[in-house]
Nanobody, 114 residues
Framework: VQLQASGGGLVQAGGSLRLSCAVS????????MGWYRRSPEKERELVAT???????NYAASVKGRFTISRDNAKNTVYLQMNSLKPEDTAVYYC?????????WGQGTLVTVSN
């Protein structure tokens, strides 16, 4: 099973981006999926998670600005990022939990300019 992240790019502060994370096997359902990010200034940090039932959790720094969602038919999880700030600049990684196993996708770079 592979996770393919996409949607990163360069955006001005206050702008929006939507990240996508597609699961390579259509009917492989993760118990939970999430987004993490890492920047040179910070350790890897949790951004948001969503369970198979749709329960969500957000880091305090993104709550109210970011929204995580999943399309089970497409087996894809999304991260809608609004009101982006320069401190949101990071490589964003998606992951999925299946039992005790955790799968990671490759990162996608988000750069927010002043």
């Amino acid at each position: 099973v592979q996770l393919q992240a996409s949607g990163g790019g360069l955006v001005q502060a206050g702008g929006s981006l939507r990240l996508s994370c597609a699961v390579s096997r259509r009917f492989f359902v993760f118990n939970a999926m999430g987004w993490y990010r890492r920047s040179p200034e910070k350790e890897r940090e949790l951004v948001a998670t969503i369970t198979s039932g749709g329960s969500t959790n957000y880091a305090a720094s993104v709550k109210g600005r970011f929204t995580i969602s999943r399309d089970n038919a497409k087996n894809t999880v999304y991260l809608q990022m609004n009101s982006l700030k320069p401190e949101d600049t990071a490589v964003y990684y998606c992951n999925g939990d299946y039992g005790s196993a955790r799968y990671w996708g490759q990162g996608t770079l988000v750069t927010v300019s002043n």
